[in-house]
């Protein structure tokens, strides 16, 4: 069973960083195209930022570019999101996801139209509020 769980939210000033982290289980992150998720209350999903270790390729949605960064540790098979100068509307709980490579025809594809349903896998989610 492919199982992701998130850590590293919180309650964060507006300026201020988070870094979150999630854990692979039951399959090796590194043979898989992965991203970050986030909603809002009352808002769409929205795709932070995906990257394909396949071809090294990375998307960041234009919200989060120059402030968020994605990476992936092997030797612990976890993906991280570093989260620099967080602003209010950064406000949403955050999904890790992972899916076979060969199942996207590009990684921004990957982070525009992924949905629960079609990854391979997706956690459970971390709050991060980012408040005065």
Known sequence: QLQLVESGGGLVKPGGSLRLSCTASGFTLDHYAIGWFRQAPGKEREGVSCHNSKDGSTYYADS?????????????????????????????????????????????????????????????????????
């Open 64 to 132: 989060v570019k120059d402030r968020f960064t994605i990476s992936r540790d092997s030797a612990q098979n976890t993906m991280t999101l570093q989260m620099n100068s967080l602003k209010s509307e950064d406000t949403a709980v955050y999904y890790c996801a992972a899916i076979a490579p060969q199942r996207i025809t590009s990684i921004r594809a990957m982070c525009l139209f992924a949905t629960k349903t079609n990854l391979d896998s997706w956690g459970q989610g971390t709050q991060v509020t980012v408040s005065s």
